[in-house]
């Protein structure tokens, strides 16, 4: 069993940054891949980046590459988000997942477990 706990998130400028950050609890926390994804009211889900567990594999989706950084600690059971140069379209709720399996993962439906979501607004 994981729980993850999302942070960070906030009301910002267009053109300016933020950092997410997710905590996760239990002693396996490194061997599960992570995942961030957001969500619009009323849109499906959407993939915004991807790492391994060893944070060797990255991916990311095209609307946030360049922008969007994903990384993680092990050490604290952490994953980051750091998203510059945010746009409105940006907007979202954003959740971490973690993946009982060892690459990355871009399907929301594979993974196992979800924290509960941070609010970021990008205003105009």
Request: proline share 2%.
């Amino acid at each position: 069993q994981v729980q993850l706990v999302e942070s960070g998130g906030g009301l910002v400028q267009a053109g300016g940054s933020l950092r997410l950050s997710c905590a996760g609890s239990g002693r396996t926390f490194s061997s599960y891949a992570m995942g961030w994804f957001r969500q619009d009211p009323g849109k499906e889900r959407e993939f915004v980046a991807a790492i391994s567990w060893s944070g060797g594999s990255i991916y990311y989706a095209e609307s946030v590459k360049g922008r969007f950084t994903i990384s993680r600690d092990n050490a604290k059971n952490t994953v980051y988000l750091q998203m510059n140069s945010l746009k409105p379209e940006d907007t979202a709720v954003y959740y971490c997942a973690a993946h009982r399996g060892t690459y990355y993962y871009i399907a929301a439906t594979e993974y196992d477990y979800w924290g509960q979501g941070t609010q970021v607004t990008v205003s105009s």
